[in-house]
């Protein structure tokens, strides 16, 4: 399967401290985004990074691609209480724009 | 915005029932899917379509089937429901073919199956 893999499985932190999550996927991709999910609803896009992107941003969030290490991360800074939510990466790939393929999510709890 | 609506938010059912869950997307969007989540396990895609009465099996398509008749609709169906489709379940759309294109989803469906 082409899932992506996020580490950790769950982080805890403090208001105000970073939040770094890390996604890993196998095969060849078109783009890799982040979505959010608070607890029992849909998943939110938060941002896209395309295969030839190293970094973006977008206010808090900063998004890092490693094509060659097959691995993204999604770094908050400066977090709060109402980031706590799981956080997923989806690949499309290369020859499918059409398929999202997620990952099992960090579950993040940000203590205030 | 995207409006993507799931019909019911909590179902319970019985073994063996006739289940579908209904999803309707305001967007005028090609693509429609259905998810399944489930603890420790992700999002995994049960089925997808890319047009009107066209599907594609996902991931786990069994016991499960999908209508599409129209554009906006797409609708998820347990033939004869099994403890082991207790889930929470989720519609999303897209874009049709493009570079790009996000996801979006509804709010999601908890099934219950007893």
């Known amino acids: 399967s082409q899932q992506g893999e996020e580490d950790p499985q769950a982080l805890s932190i403090q208001e105000g401290e970073n939040a770094t999550m890390n996604c890993s996927y196998k095969?060849?991709?078109?783009?890799l985004q982040w979505y959010r999910q608070n607890s029992g609803r849909g998943l939110v896009h938060l941002i896209l990074?395309?295969?030839?992107?190293r970094e973006k941003h977008s206010g808090r969030l900063r998004v890092t691609l490693d094509t060659s290490k097959k691995s993204s991360s999604l770094l908050i800074t400066a977090s709060r209480a109402a980031d706590t939510a799981s956080y997923f990466c989806?690949?499309?790939?290369?020859?499918?724009?059409?398929?999202?393929?997620f990952g099992s999510g960090t579950k993040l709890n940000v203590k205030p | 915005d995207v409006k993507v609506t799931q019909s019911s938010r909590y179902l319970v059912k019985r073994t063996g029932e006739k289940v579908f869950l209904e999803c309707v997307q305001d967007?005028?969007?090609?693509?429609m899917f259905w998810y399944r989540q489930d603890p420790g396990l992700g999002l995994r895609l049960i089925y997808f379509?890319?047009?009107?009465?066209?599907?594609e099996k996902g991931d786990i398509p069994e016991g499960y089937s999908v209508s599409r008749e129209k554009k906006e609709r797409f609708s998820l169906i347990l033939e004869s429901a099994s403890t082991n489709q207790t889930s929470m379940y989720l519609c999303?759309?897209?874009?049709?073919?493009?570079?790009?294109?996000?996801?979006?989803f509804g709010e999601g469906s908890w099934l219950t199956v007893v």
């Open positions: 999303a759309s897209s874009p049709g073919q493009g570079y790009g294109n996000t996801i979006y």
């Open positions: 095969t060849s991709i078109n783009n």
């Open positions: 990074i395309r295969s030839n992107e």
């Open positions: 989806a690949t499309v790939l290369i020859y499918n724009f059409n398929k999202f393929y």
């Open positions: 967007m005028d969007h090609e693509n």
């Open positions: 379509s890319y047009d009107v009465k066209m599907k």
